[in-house]
């Protein structure tokens, strides 16, 4: 079968601290089959996610890994049975590419829930619950991408595509749960963490007419999130101020990605409230006190993504109301230097690679 050999940027072997490890390195895509697509990649977003995935943080990393699920591009080339997109197109892949296609979620537009054997194929790093094969994807820190019709999003005319891309992950993974939730006017929305998947929550939820309170650690991301549309800023340190905001939520999402107490958020929901999780993908830091949960018929709940139906949504609500991912352009050539920032909680609010410099490359 004919190959496509691809320039990208990946990781050999396990990276631990400090990366500046991520190197130049050259793969091969297969061709596009009947219902597929190939894509030239044009940008894609730095997600916290590659930097767990990249440093083997959950354990399932296969090597070499090279990340990337925040794609924009243009179709370059079209299998024979293709009918939903033409080239020239501009389009996106986030973070799924395959499924099963069967089960109830997959029928459902669900596909990020799929129940199949594998459960759904990651842009990158292969089948979500790995099965002994070593099957491993590429994903879009490279300079093409193959992609079955039925994963590929249609990117809004009226979004620039040189920030549309993180709304792939950040803005699908906090919109899903703002609309499973039912989000409405007038709902007190809490949002935890004002990173690139905070930032999406605060825009989302004022566009649908929530009033929403950052919860924060640090005074600097203040003005930003009222810029952004946030009604408060609340300091998860004033202890203070944080028992004045008990039984005020109707909907919590945490976006932190790291482990943390869990307890001070609950007490902060309404009777029937949900603290929704989309950041930690691990244990919380110390066992919840279950006590607070049950007093207010509280619930804890997790969110992932979202389907691709609900995905293409995301993206066209951005094109009506307006919305982009405050974004900072980088080449390929600073991605070590992106993530050591990322480690050291340094980005506003999301890097973009323009993977021309890629390209570039010798």
Not at 266 to 275: E, F, P, Q
Not at 303 to 324: K, M, N, P, W, Y
Request: net charge negative.
């Amino acid at each position: 079968m004919e190959t496509i050999k691809t320039k990208a940027y990946g990781a050999k072997a396990t990276l631990i601290d400090r990366l500046s490890s991520l190197s130049r390195m050259d793969i091969e895509r297969k061709a596009p089959k009947a219902d597929e697509v190939l894509i030239d990649i044009l940008y894609c977003g730095v997600c916290h996610s590659d930097l767990h995935q990249v440093k083997n943080d959950w354990g399932n990393t296969i090597y070499p890994c090279v990340p990337g699920h925040e794609v924009v591009g243009r179709v370059v080339q079209v299998g024979s049975g293709v009918t939903k997109f033409s080239v020239g197109d501009i389009v996106g892949v986030g973070c799924i590419v395959d499924s099963c296609g069967k089960c109830r979620s997959c029928v459902e537009g669900e596909e990020q829930y799929c129940e199949g054997p594998v459960s759904w194929t990651a842009t990158y790093n292969g089948y979500i619950k790995p099965n002994g094969t070593g099957y491993n994807t590429f994903g879009g820190y490279s300079t093409t991408l193959v992609v079955k019709e039925s994963f590929v999003l249609r990117i809004p005319d009226k979004l620039d595509i040189k920030a549309a891309a993180p709304i792939l992950c950040a803005g699908i993974t906090t919109y899903s749960p703002l609309r499973h939730w039912n989000t409405k006017p007038g709902d007190k929305v809490g949002v935890v963490g004002m990173g690139g998947l905070g930032h999406m929550a605060v825009k989302l939820a004022k566009a649908m007419g929530a009033q929403i309170s950052v919860i924060t650690h640090t005074e600097d991301k203040r003005a930003a999130a009222e810029a952004m549309g946030a009604h408060e800023v609340i300091l998860s340190t004033d202890k203070e101020t944080m028992k004045a905001h008990e039984l005020t939520f109707n909907l919590i999402l945490s976006t932190i990605p790291d482990p943390y107490n869990i307890n001070p958020y609950v007490k902060m929901l309404k009777r029937d409230g949900a603290l929704v999780v989309v950041g930690v993908l691990g244990p919380f830091k110390g066992p919840t006190n279950n006590m607070e949960v049950a007093l207010h018929r509280r619930s804890i709940a997790g969110s992932v993504i979202g389907g691709i139906r609900e995905t293409q949504e995301v993206l066209d609500f951005c094109a009506e109301h307006s919305i982009l991912p405050d974004v900072e352009l980088i080449p390929i050539q600073d991605i070590n230097k992106a993530f050591d920032r990322m480690l050291d909680n340094d980005v506003r609010f999301r890097y973009v690679i323009d993977m021309q410099s890629l390209k570039d490359e010798e």
